[in-house]
């Protein structure tokens, strides 16, 4: 296929026009007699004599020109009857011009986000553009990056602490999913982590349409998980659905870190447990990735966006410009000019009357 060449729809089509004319031609040869009035009148199956009779034979010589005219006009209505045969066979067949080549369709993808809201989100330990923020606002915002840079793909997201809830279902709604990032706050869940309950309800939203390739990016800084699925559980079910899980470790995964936390703020925190994360991951055939500040979370992104790429080659697509109004055009131009013609000599033998 190269520009400029010619391409057939639908072949096959050509055929029907010249079946229909067969099917015509054989039927009116077998029941021509029984069908035409003047063959059973000159054939003297019917016989009757108007009373004007004379009157018209009389008039003989003025009809020459019309019968001269009725004995070519079969050869003149099988020729056209023949092109506009030939004219709507090409018609059928759907021919149409190969343009220039379009722009490969974006990935089809279902990306279901899971966001930890917990109350250790709010630890300011995160540098973004030189001010210390917590960890679920730098995340709010390197996630508005992610989310304005997809095209094509459906996103979810899902907030979850001691419950999970879907903050927005899958849609491609870029402006929704900006406005309900904002929306994302600590402890809006709960307090602690229910990770495995989060990855199931995940899972139930991404049921809706299987036949998409889907992923799932997880975002936390969970040590221990509660709730009524274990993460392990969880990431069976995500395996056996074909749906690969890549998490993103918030936080540091040191002890002492966490030690140095809880002196400053006094606020009780374990470092994020990375053997879990890592663990749950691989099972399902993702990847896990330690994000110890920003930076490394906006890398996992676009690691996470380039190993998800659609792996089948997609055919490439040109633009396409339909023939087949020019053979309509070419069947009704003849036609018109057929039935002006007959009207022209009929007006014709009128006036030399």
């Not at 396409?320 to 009207?343: E, H, M, N, R, S």
């Amino acid at each position: 296929m190269t520009p400029g060449s010619i391409q057939w729809l639908t072949p096959f089509y050509a055929t029907f026009p010249f079946l229909l004319m067969l099917v015509a031609v054989l039927f009116t040869k077998r029941y021509r007699q029984s069908l035409s009035l003047d063959n059973q009148i000159f054939n003297g199956k019917i016989k009757f004599k108007h009373p004007l009779f004379e009157l018209i034979a009389d008039k003989q010589p003025v009809n020459n020109k019309s019968q001269h005219q009725r004995k070519q006009s079969p050869w003149l209505q099988g020729l056209l009857l023949i092109w506009l045969c030939t004219v709507f066979a090409i018609a059928l067949a759907q021919p149409v011009r190969i343009g220039e080549k379009l722009p490969d369709l974006p990935p089809e993808r279902d990306i279901v986000m899971l966001v930890d809201t917990s109350i250790s989100m709010t630890l300011k330990d995160y540098g973004y553009e030189g001010v210390k923020v917590s960890r679920l606002n730098v995340l709010k915002s390197l996630l508005k990056k992610f989310v304005a840079g997809l095209k094509g793909e459906r996103l979810a997201v899902i907030a979850f602490a001691e419950k999970p809830y879907l903050l927005v279902p899958l849609t491609r709604d870029q402006a929704l999913l900006q406005n309900q990032l904002k929306r994302l706050t600590s402890t809006m869940a709960g307090r602690v982590s229910a990770l495995g309950d989060a990855i199931t309800l995940g899972l139930k939203e991404a049921a809706k349409k299987p036949q998409r390739k889907q992923i799932f990016v997880l975002f936390t800084d969970v040590d221990q998980s509660i709730g009524r699925v274990t993460p392990d559980a969880a990431a069976e079910l995500a395996l056996r659905s074909g749906i690969p899980l890549y998490s993103i470790a918030i936080g540091s995964t040191s002890d002492k870190k966490a030690s140095d936390i809880l002196k400053n703020t006094g606020l009780l925190y374990q470092s994020v447990n990375l053997d879990l994360l890592q663990r749950i991951s691989k099972r399902t055939g993702g990847k896990s990735y330690e994000a110890a500040d920003a930076q490394s979370i906006e890398q996992a992104l676009v690691d996470i966006n380039k190993q998800q790429k659609n792996e089948a080659e997609q055919q490439a697509r040109y633009a396409k410009t339909a023939l087949y109004p020019y053979a309509l055009l070419a069947a009704i131009l003849p036609l018109v000019l057929f039935q002006l013609w007959g009207a022209f000599c009929k007006i014709g033998g009128f006036a030399t009357e």
